[in-house]
T-cell receptor
């Protein structure tokens, strides 16, 4: 157990649905991340929050909308997704974004299928 | 810009034999290097890291990695493989100074340990 919890573990949604992914950490970390893991592709960084402020948006389409209400919680709101958005979405946290040698702690991910 | 290469998509090794999973990197400054492992239906788990000091780094589950600056490599090794080591392995690098820098992950290498 890494201390980072993601819900739901699996999600199937249609292209017109709206859903949200949730991530929670009780490690006292101040940085939280969303990554996308697709088959046969490198891990893609989507968003970074540091002390609740979004510091990075890696050209992610607007149908993905992150929210970080506090340092312990991170959401990814989904709407009008496309089938190619089907992937494993991983949340991670670290002490803060810029500490030199801090490692990432990952959740187990949400396996998303868009029909 | 920083980058990571893992030249092998798949590594097969017999149980009890030594294993090596290769990683090479490119950074502007001095690298911080990490290995993560991903078991099926799970997020990534930290194995070990190199920050400074001894070039041979020991990590979890009997794994170790050797930092070679001249060859810009950070290969993961284990003297005697177990079937339970079968998983997806990711090398990651972070450039220094790390302010504003994100982790960059390699594409992953699937390790299969055969009984």
């Amino acid at each position: 157990e890494t201390g980072v919890t993601q819900t739901p573990r699996h999600l199937v949604m249609g292209m017109t649905n709206k859903k949200s992914l949730k991530c929670e950490q009780h490690l006292g970390h101040n940085a939280m991340y969303w990554y996308k893991q697709s088959a046969k592709k490198p891990l893609e960084l989507m968003f970074v929050y540091n002390f609740k402020e979004q510091t990075e948006n890696n050209s992610v389409p607007s149908r993905f909308s992150p929210e970080c209400p506090n340092s312990s919680h991170l959401f990814l709101h989904l709407h009008t997704l496309q089938p190619e958005d089907s992937a494993l979405y991983l949340c991670a946290s670290s002490r803060d974004r810029d500490s030199n040698n801090e490692k990432l702690f990952f959740g187990s991910g949400t396996q998303l299928s868009v029909l | 810009a920083q980058s990571v290469a893992q030249p092998e998509d798949q590594v097969n090794v017999a149980e009890g034999n030594p294993l090596t999973v290769k990683c090479t990197y490119s950074v502007s400054g001095n690298p911080y290097l990490f290995w993560y492992v991903q078991y099926p239906n799970r997020g990534l788990q930290f194995l070990l890291k190199y920050i400074t000091g001894d070039n041979l780094v020991k990590g979890s589950y009997g794994f170790e990695a050797e930092f070679n600056k001249s060859q810009t490599s950070f290969h993961l090794k284990k003297p005697s493989a177990l079937v339970s080591d079968s998983a997806l392995y990711f090398c990651a690098v972070r450039d220094t100074p790390s302010y504003g820098q994100n982790f960059v992950f390699g594409p992953g290498t699937r390790l299969s340990v055969l009984p």
